[in-house]
């Protein structure tokens, strides 16, 4: 039964997450040459997904009071929020990347802001999540969490992967400050309007 999952866990998790591989490449390139950056990009995208998968454990065993399903479209309101905010330090001037001899130097990506991100971006995971999770038995269940959490390591190598790439490394050098923010926007407007966040 456990290892029947497997497989159905493993293409489930790569139709709902597929889109992240973009995000993380952007994380990824605004922190170049900063210290630590993918020890920080993989401890956010872990708590951000361990939240998706708690929440959506939660509203499967029937404590959907925690999370109403009208709740999850407002969590694009995160990322727009984000997106703003890097538009606006981009707009100020704050968010110039280069350094006196001018390479590229990067920015301090927070563990939290990678969180928050994976988290709202997660609203489409909760909804398919619950009911697969509901139609299988609690040992497949477990089993799907073990498969997803696997592969999140797999994720942010996959994302720093395309990110270092010299073609792709030198696109999003040049234009990370401005993918950020767009991506950022667009990400949280999708989740609003996809979810219906704003009708009736």
């Not at 498969?147 to 996959?158: D, E, G, N, R």
């Not at 993918?179 to 950022?184: A, E, G, R, S, W």
Request: with cysteine; proline share 4%.
């Amino acid at each position: 039964m456990i290892l029947s999952s497997v497989l159905p866990a493993i293409g489930l998790f790569i139709v709902t997450n597929i889109d992240d591989i973009i995000v993380l490449s952007l994380f990824f390139a605004r922190g170049a040459g900063q210290r630590g950056t993918t020890a920080r990009i993989t401890a956010g995208q872990y708590l951000g997904f361990a939240g998706i998968l708690g929440a959506a454990v939660l509203v499967t065993l029937g404590a959907g009071a925690f999370l109403p399903p009208d709740v999850i479209p407002y969590f694009g309101l995160i990322p727009l929020a984000l997106g703003l905010w890097a538009a606006w330090q981009a707009w100020r001037g704050n968010d110039d990347d280069d350094d006196d001899d001018g390479r590229f130097a990067g920015k301090n990506v927070g563990v939290w802001t990678v969180a928050a991100v994976t988290f709202a971006n997660g609203g489409d995971n909760i909804g398919v999540y619950v009911p697969v999770f509901l139609s299988v038995g609690p040992a497949a269940v477990v089993a799907y969490c073990v498969v997803f959490l696997v592969l999140v390591a797999v994720l942010v190598v996959a994302a720093r992967f395309v990110a270092t790439r010299r073609p792709i490394a030198e696109l999003l050098e040049r234009w990370e400050h401005v993918l950020f923010p767009i991506v950022l926007i667009g990400l949280g407007i999708f989740i609003l309007v996809s979810g219906l966040a704003f009708e009736n």
